[in-house]
């Protein structure tokens, strides 16, 4: 349950956010047991500032003003639909920050973006184990019956 005395505030990514930014993004790969190399943390981060609509947009969530959560998400095409749909790829809080709604209000700004965008669909990926988010997605989306996967590496 989320505590109501501390206030999350979500708000879009600027460029001085790189370090903390780089730092959350770190912790949130490190969850997936995953780790990129530099060009890849350079080239995204411009790439979530860059103005491409085929790019990514990142927001930072912070509680009383301490950043402790991002958000990445996308607008592609759909071939069942005529409106871009909205991909939330990336969701992250911190540990110490969890349990205080961050998640939620992450989320629920994406959901925000997409309605302004027209998307008439946001949907996400999680990996089975992650019980934690999975709780919470529960509550504010809907599980489907589908399953990925992936060409070979």
């Known amino acids: 349950m989320a505590d109501p005395s501390v206030r999350v ?3 879009p ?5 790189r370090d903390v930014w780089r730092q959350l993004w770190r912790g949130y790969l490190a969850f997936y047991e995953t780790s990129l190399p530099e060009e890849i943390y350079a080239s995204q981060f411009e790439r979530l500032l860059g103005d491409d609509p085929r790019d ?3 927001m930072i969530a912070e509680l009383d003003g ?3 959560g991002l958000a990445h998400y996308l607008f592609h095409r759909h071939g069942w639909k005529i ?3 909205c991909y939330l790829q990336d969701l992250y809080a911190a540990p110490d920050a969890r349990g205080h709604g961050v998640g939620r ?3 629920e700004a994406v959901y925000a973006a997409a309605d302004a965008m027209g998307a008439p669909s946001v949907y996400w990926t999680t990996q089975d184990f992650n019980a934690t988010a999975r709780r919470l997605y529960d509550r504010i989306g809907t599980l ?3 399953i990925k996967y992936q060409r070979p590496a």
């Open 144 to 146: 489907t019956p589908f």
């Open 83 to 85: 409106e871009d749909v």
């Open 105 to 107: 209000a992450l989320i």
């Open 9 to 11: 505030h979500i708000r």
């Open 13 to 17: 990514l600027a460029r001085t956010d």
């Open 66 to 68: 301490k950043p402790v």
């Open 56 to 58: 990514l947009h990142g």
